[in-house]
């Protein structure tokens, strides 16, 4: 089986090909085709997987190529991660909207929006080339926005591309563990959008086990998002949210800390990327220990402006372990390709599973996985206070969708004014006179 990853000169791409290294099943990826535009990127990933295979004997091949279509032949499966302007374009989304006085987070808010605007022309180009020169394979996106891209590809590809993140995930995991429960025998009622969902339910042989989670102070206390939104906060709304949710909740503290910061977290993993890419041109660079110590770096910094606003002090150790979307990626395609059926949360076309979205909208929510694709599953309807939410973003998500696909300048402003982190048609225009400044890739957009 041949899988093709889209961005394979991506830092995290190793996550992936090790977790493709536990898998000796009959049937398992024989052949990996990384893709890059950038050759350095290639040459640098392709060392750290040379080294992840040493004394494995039956590791999956792996080739690098900067030529798409070469990629794409023959794929069984692709993987997308891309990163359309690089970390420097995160980093300048994230400037560019705090110099406003609104967010900057990659996928929340106005960066999300600027990275949204950026991503999808690709992303539709990638989806139309896959349509004609891999037309079986099955898309795993993880390019973000997330829920967003799988959306637009969808519009080529149907259901055969499937949006996954490792939020979710986490979060399922998390919740069970502080109940006591195993993960992989408890079933997760969660349901929104890509960095928009709450945990609603976390049945174990089928009995509901958050309610006693949310009646006991000292078990929300005891977990990341406990510590990140408070026991208060948890309770009045009956769930548990994602930690992306928390740029909604304390927007204000978030903003504040995130402008009185030293460095933008795109700007520091901008600085850090660049300089393990550049040890990695030096001959004799250990790969697979140099990734080591940048992944740890990074993974222990995720989020610490929000956890500093909560007072939520340092993650976790288990948090900082491996085992998020590229076993969901695994467990995804072992599915589809042997029929091994499993239940993920995964970003998909709703159908009928969330009432206040149309069918097309791609969702994230619980999915029976089999050889015919991902089959989203009933779940609770969301309260008033998702649904706005969810409502609203998604309005987001089609304007993003409509200035990527027309054009039309109108239809980006829109995109930024509609956001509940924006709220103002006048900073709305400001802000895409900005990011249309300095990113080229925006050129598209007309003055009308």
Known sequence: MKLTILGGGGFRVPLVYGALLGDHAEGRVSRVTLYDADADRLTAIARVLGEQARDIADAPAVVATTELDEALRGADFVFSAI?????????????????????????????????????????????????????QAWVINFTNPAGLVTEA????????????????????RRVARVLGADPDRAWTDYAGLNHLGWVQGLYVDGRDEL????????????????????TELLRSLGAVPNEYLHYYYANREAVRAYQEAEQTRGAFLRVQQEDFYARMRRP??????????????????????????????????????????????????????????????????????????????????????????????????LPYHAVGLVTAVKAVERAVLEAAGSGSRAAAVQAFALHPLVDSTTVARRLLDRYTEVHPGLAYLDRG
Do not use: K
């Open 83 to 135: 990163r359309v302007g690089g970390l420097a374009g995160r980093a300048a989304d994230e400037r560019v909207a705090l110099d406003e006085g609104v967010l900057g987070q990659e996928t929340v808010g106005a960066g999300g929006i600027a990275y949204g605007l950026r991503t999808v022309p690709v992303a539709l180009d990638l989806a139309r080339r896959i349509a004609r020169t891999a037309p």
């Open 153 to 172: 590809m969808s519009r080529h590809l149907g259901d055969r591309v499937i949006g996954i993140c490792d939020s979710p995930v986490g979060l399922a």
């Open 211 to 230: 309610p006693r989670l949310l009646a006991d102070p000292a078990l929300l206390a005891s977990f990341e998002e406990g510590r990140l939104f408070g």
């Open 284 to 381: 004799g660079t250990p790969a697979r220990a140099a990734w080591d110590r940048t992944r740890a770096e990074r993974e222990a910094t995720y989020m610490a402006e929000n956890r500093e606003v909560a007072g939520a002090g340092e993650r976790e150790e288990s948090d900082l372990e491996s085992g998020g979307y590229e076993q969901v990626a695994l467990a995804l395609m072992r599915a589809v390709a042997r029929n091994e059926r499993t239940s993920l949360i995964l970003n998909v076309r709703n159908r009928t599973t969330l009432s206040v979205l149309d069918a097309d909208a791609v969702v994230e929510v619980p999915c029976l996985v089999d050889a015919n694709g991902a089959h989203p599953v009933t779940v609770s309807p």
